[in-house]
C-alpha cells in the first residue's frame, strides 16, 4: 500500500515529543538466549540460539495443543484453532437456519459498532470433524465467509527477569523534551488487544487503563504488561486494554480478538496495538478491513518466525501497519519477519519493561517494537479518520531513518522510528 509523504517533518517532531520512547538496557543477558541482547550478529551468532528464537511459536503452539487436546486442535496447516468451532459472516437469515437444521448450533453473534458485519460462532455437529464442517460449508455457500476459530499468539520472548527487577521505579522510557522537564499535556488515547495488564505497576502511574474483557475480571499477565508499559511509557495514555486471553486455554481466538476490535470500535479508538501473530483468517481480514475503512490504523508485530517465513496476520493484511523490531545497533532481529508487510522498523530489543512485582524485565521481539510505532501514531490522531490516518503514516514515514536500500525496503520498511539519532 502506497503512501503519499504529505505531512512537513517539524509538525511530525512535535507530535512525537509527546511520546517518551524505550531507552537501551545494555549488559542484560537472557541466561537461555545468550548473546541475543544487542550485538546478535547474524555472521558469528550460535546456530542453535538463532533456530531457538525462530522456533519458539511453535514450540509454544505444540504445548498448548499437548496441553488442552479437548478444546484445541490444528488446522491443515498445524495452525491451532478451537474444537468444533466455525466462524461465518455474511449470512442471510435463510442460510443461518439452513446450517441450524444441518446441526450447527449458534454459541455467540456479535456485529462490529459502525458496520453491517455479522459474526457467528458456530458450534459444529457430532457427526462431522472441523475440517469436514467448513469444507461442507464452503461448499454449499460461496458467498459466505466461513473459517476456523484460530487462537493467535503472542510475538516476542516471554520477558525475563534476568538481573532487571532492580532499578527506577519509573519505565526506561524517555525523550529529551521529557527529561527537559516540559509540562504535563494531554494523555493519548491508544487500544492495546494483548493479554491482561498489571494496573497498579508503577509504570502507568501517568495513565488512565480502562480494561475489557474476562468478565470484568483482572487477570493480568507478563506478555500484556510489558507491552502496555513500552505503549504508554512516562507520557502517559489513555489506554483501552483488551484481555483477550482470560488466562483461558482458548484464549487469543478470533471471536474473541472480534469482540474486542469491536469494543475499541465503538469507544472510537483510533490505533490499536496488537502484539499478537497467526494464520490467515478470513473472518478476522473482514473486521480488519473494515476498521481501516472506518479510519482506524491497526499497528501489528510482523513476528518472529525468521526471515524466510510466510507472512504472519493481522500485520500482512493490507492497510496494517505491520512493525520489525531493531537492537541497540540498529541491527533487525535475526529473528524477525521480512517481507512486503514490514512498513517500519522500532527497537524491539536491549529494552526493559514494566514485569510482574513491579520489577522490570528484559523484553525482545518485534511484539515490544510495535507499541513505539502506536504511540507515535496515537499522538498524532484524536480520533479515527482515513485522511488523518493516512497523512499520520506519511508523517512518520517522512522523518523515519533509512537504514536499508534507499526508499522502502522488505527488512526495515521505510526504516526506523522511536530511536534517537546519534
Not at 531457538?52 to 488442552?68: F, K
Not at 494531554?186 to 494483548?194: F, M
Not at 494496573?199 to 480494561?211: E, L, N, Q, V, Y
Amino acid at each position: 500500500m502506497r503512501f503519499l509523504i504529505l505531512v512537513a517533518a517539524l509538525a511530525a517532531s512535535a507530535a512525537e515529543a509527546q511520546v517518551r520512547l524505550p531507552a537501551p538496557l545494555p549488559s542484560v543477558q537472557l541466561p537461555a538466549l545468550q548473546q541475543t541482547l544487542g550485538g546478535l550478529d547474524p555472521r558469528n551468532a550460535d546456530p542453535g540460539a538463532l533456530q531457538g528464537l525462530v522456533d519458539a511459536r511453535r514450540r509454544a503452539i505444540a504445548h498448548l495443543m499437548r496441553s488442552n487436546r479437548r478444546l484445541i486442535e490444528a488446522d491443515p496447516d498445524g495452525d491451532p484453532i478451537v474444537r468444533g468451532e466455525v466462524l461465518a459472516s455474511g449470512l442471510d437469515d435463510d442460510m443461518l437456519s439452513r446450517w441450524t437444521a444441518r446441526g450447527f448450533s449458534i454459541v455467540s453473534t456479535q456485529t462490529i459498532s459502525g458496520t453491517d458485519l455479522r459474526l457467528i460462532l458456530l458450534k459444529v455437529p457430532g457427526d462431522l470433524s472441523t475440517k469436514a464442517a467448513l469444507a461442507e460449508m464452503r461448499a454449499a455457500d460461496p458467498q459466505g465467509t466461513y473459517d476456523y476459530d484460530h487462537i493467535y499468539l503472542g510475538s516476542g520472548a516471554p520477558p525475563r527477569a534476568a538481573g532487571t527487577q532492580a532499578g527506577p521505579a519509573a519505565p526506561a522510557a524517555a525523550t529529551a523534551a521529557a527529561t527537559a522537564g516540559e509540562p504535563a499535556h494531554a494523555l493519548i488515547r491508544v487500544g492495546l488487544l494483548d493479554t491482561g495488564v498489571d494496573g497498579t505497576h508503577p509504570a502507568f502511574r501517568d495513565s488512565d487503563i480502562r480494561p475489557w474483557g474476562c468478565a470484568g475480571k483482572r487477570v493480568p499477565d507478563a506478555h500484556g504488561t510489558a507491552v502496555a508499559s513500552l505503549l504508554v511509557a512516562r507520557a502517559g495514555a489513555e489506554l483501552y486494554a483488551a484481555d483477550v486471553y482470560c488466562s483461558e486455554p482458548t484464549g487469543g481466538s478470533v471471536d474473541v480478538i472480534a469482540a474486542a476490535l469491536g469494543w475499541m470500535a465503538a469507544e472510537q479508538v483510533a490505533v490499536i496495538n496488537v502484539s499478537l501473530v497467526g494464520p490467515k483468517n478470513l473472518s478476522l481480514e473482514r473486521i480488519i478491513d473494515a476498521l481501516v475503512a472506518r479510519g482506524h490504523l491497526i499497528v501489528a508485530a510482523v513476528g518472529n518466525d525468521g526471515p524466510a517465513a510466510p507472512p504472519l496476520y493481522p500485520a500482512a493484511y493490507p492497510g496494517v501497519v505491520g512493525v520489525t523490531a531493531v537492537d541497540a545497533h540498529r541491527r533487525v532481529l535475526i529473528e524477525a519477519e521480512r517481507g512486503p508487510q514490514v512498513m517500519f522498523a522500532a527497537p524491539g530489543a536491549d529494552l526493559k519493561a514494566a514485569g510482574t512485582a513491579h520489577g522490570y524485565v528484559a523484553v525482545r521481539g518485534t511484539s515490544f517494537a510495535s507499541p513505539t510505532v502506536a504511540a507515535l501514531l496515537a499522538a498524532m490522531i484524536a480520533a479515527p479518520d482515513r485522511r488523518a490516518s493516512l497523512d499520520a503514516v506519511d508523517a512518520l514515514a517522512r522523518r523515519a531513518i533509512d537504514l536499508g536500500p534507499p526508499g522502502r525496503d522488505l527488512t526495515y520498511g521505510f526504516g526506523l522510528v522511536g530511536m534517537d539519532s546519534p
